[in-house]
């Protein structure tokens, strides 16, 4: 009888977590769906599945051509793994998590947007003794890789636009994890950098001047990088879609986007990770 009972507890906290589970994977803070997706009149060959947009951003790259690890110096290249919105075009896309003005999020920032953008290593000179790709960012700091300039909106219904701000997307290059040691990684880390954790917004390129890429790694400071967004301005307390509309003259790439949860939502954001190790198990 006792091990009756025992066995149904135990399938019972199956149960529980199995479905807390599934709730904190399908209520994740990337971006869900898709609504909408023109590419535009100069969008990047190759590079338009809207779908690559969606979940997280990428932390290993170039995987059966030239792997490696995600750094700012070694961004994400996959045509599985960008979607690129040229001129005139726009990416609309969906949250399951709302994006939410709020107090309580680091800088102010509600919004992470993660591209392809990258640091030029100055160590591949011949004006450099070394001439290794050690990883450095050089006296005068140069990213490639951002294109035009992105006007951000959000809106809360998927039908009413409200601009929130209008920014390339450069600082900061993402970061996949926080110990890798070399700037093009061959394998991955152990040590999953945050892409809920915003980077400080008053930071500009003469802050990252003549770093090496462990310098790199520690004024991130744990953080996956991207490129911060404030909808204080929007008016609107929360939004369910947002919009990437290109205005400009280049194209740009998008890797993934982020709602910032409330630090009460952490525990949760652990918790699927602990989910998706139960899966990779089963």
Known sequence: MHMKKNIAALTSSAVAVTTLCTSVVLAGPFASSVLDYDQGTNAAAGYTDASTAL?????????GVFPGGVTPFNPAFGTDELVS???????DLGFDTAITNSAS???????????????????WSDADSTNDGSGLTGANPFIFGAGGAATVQVSSDGLNWITAAVTTLDLFPTLGYSDFGVPTPG??????????????????LSDFANLNFDQLVGLYNGSGGGVGID???????????????????SAFEIDAVVAVPAPGAL???????ICATRRRRA
């Open 55 to 63: 979940g997280a951003a990428e932390r290993f790259t170039g995987e």
């Open 85 to 91: 919105i040229g001129s005139g075009g726009h990416l």
């Open 105 to 123: 999020h680091a800088y102010g920032i509600d919004l992470i947007v993660f591209s392809n953008a990258g640091f030029v290593d100055s160590s």
């Open 187 to 204: 394998s991955l880390g152990s040590i999953e950098s945050d892409f809920t954790q915003a980077m400080d917004p008053s930071l500009g």
């Open 231 to 249: 909808i204080s301005s929007t008016g609107l307390e929360s939004a369910s879609f947002v919009r990437f509309l290109n205005e400009s003259d």
């Open 267 to 273: 525990a949760l954001l652990s918790l699927g990770g």
